[in-house]
Every structure is written in C-alpha cells, then in structure tokens.
C-alpha cells in the first residue's frame, strides 16, 4: 500500500466546475505539499500546510491531521487549470517528500 | 533567472554509457534533493544534500549512482553502465531549512532515455 493515495487519478470537468482532489496518508507528517505539474515535467509548489486551511486565489487546500487526510479544491475551474496535481507529505527532519501518483485533471471549455 | 536550473534538459544514451546531470539550486538553499519520476507516476526520493554533506540515500540508489555536491552550491549526479531501467525525468528540488517545514522549488528535469 502506497503512503501517500491520491483520488481520483483522472478527473475531466467542464470549465466552471468546482474542484475536489483527495490525498490520504498513513504516516506522520511534518508538512503536506499540493504540487501542480504541466505536460513537459516542470513542477510548481501550490501549497505546504501542517494545519487548517490555505487559499489562493482560486485554490484552497485543506487538512485534517487527525484523519490524515487533505484536500485541494478549484472554484471557477478554467483550462488553464488542466495538469497533474501531485500530493506529498515531508518526514520530519529531513523533509524528503513522498508523493502521491497525481491527479490528472483536464478542464474542458 | 533565480530559480533552480538543471542541464541537461534531454538526454539520450545508449545502454552501458555514463551520464551526468546537473542541478543548480536558489543561491540561498541549504538543503538540495533530488527525485526520479518514470512515467504515469508520482516522483521518488533518490537522495539529498544539506550544505555539502550528503545526508540520505534511498535504496532506489544503486551503486551505479553517484551524488555530489561539492561546495554546497550546485549537484551532479552521475548514473554509470546506464541501464534501459534508468530512462526517467530527474528531478532536483532545492529549500532553506529554517523551521519545521520547508517549501521545496523545483528544477525543470533532466528527461533521461536509455537506448
């Protein structure tokens, strides 16, 4: 079993849909990352959390450290959104990140 | 340009060669990593480095892999005899451990193909 789960591994919606990607986790964690990925590999940081929630602009990730367990939300989803969203959790102390398989997402106009 | 920069963007080799990757952290980063991702799958931890010591190794790391990183600045990483296995996307990722947690900013990757 992965550390690191990531539902679902493809998700096709419509342009103005509100987003919802899942990651679970079975190991404690000192931080979990949201990461964004476009065709071509280059990858972006979204978000690091250890608690609560984070927005920006359009995007909002939660956590529940009890449950382990995060989400990563899209209000207003645009194409431009389209790309491999990837969970990770840091150990503590040496922050090496586990990530999840990603999420593909794809925004159709 | 100040984020992190790796050289090459592509490589493609014939199985048995030696390569070597580049990576250039943010100038500030203490802490540098670096990850393999083959395709359809998520990144794996290889190794990484704070300052110039090398810290951690996974056991994805054969003795066929090298890291280094010599004066705390930029890293190589060498993979010898390649193997058809070892085609992939290397991923560097560069952080300045401050506290608990720390954000980690990513290269564009090495994309490696072994012929």
């Known amino acids: 079993k992965n550390e690191v789960e990531q539902s679902p591994q493809n998700l096709t919606a419509q342009e103005g849909e509100f987003i919802t990607i899942n990651c679970s986790y079975s190991v404690g964690i000192s931080a979990l990352h949201w990461l964004q990925q476009h065709p071509g590999g280059g990858i972006v940081s979204l978000f690091m959390l250890s608690s609560g929630k984070k927005k920006h602009g359009r995007l909002i990730a939660t956590i529940n450290i009890q449950e382990k367990h995060s989400s990563l939300h899209i209000t207003a989803s645009h194409p431009r959104d389209s790309a491999v969203y990837i969970c990770a959790v840091a150990n503590f102390g040496n922050e090496k990140l586990t990530f999840g398989t990603g999420t593909r997402l794809t925004i159709i106009p | 340009d100040t984020g992190v920069s790796q050289d090459p963007r592509h490589k493609i080799t014939k199985r048995g060669q030696n390569v070597t990757f580049r990576c250039d952290p943010i100038s500030e980063h203490n802490r540098l990593y670096w990850y393999r991702q083959t395709l359809g799958q998520g990144p794996e931890f290889l190794t990484y480095?704070?300052?110039?010591?090398?810290?951690?190794k996974s056991r994805l790391l054969s003795d066929r892999f090298s890291a280094e990183r010599p004066k705390g600045s930029f890293s190589t990483l060498e993979i010898q005899r390649t193997e058809q296995g070892d085609s992939a996307m290397y991923l560097c990722a560069s952080s300045l451990r401050q506290g608990v947690a720390d954000t980690q900013y990513f290269g564009p990757g090495t994309r490696l193909t072994v012929l």
């Open positions: 480095f704070q300052n110039e010591a090398q810290l951690e």
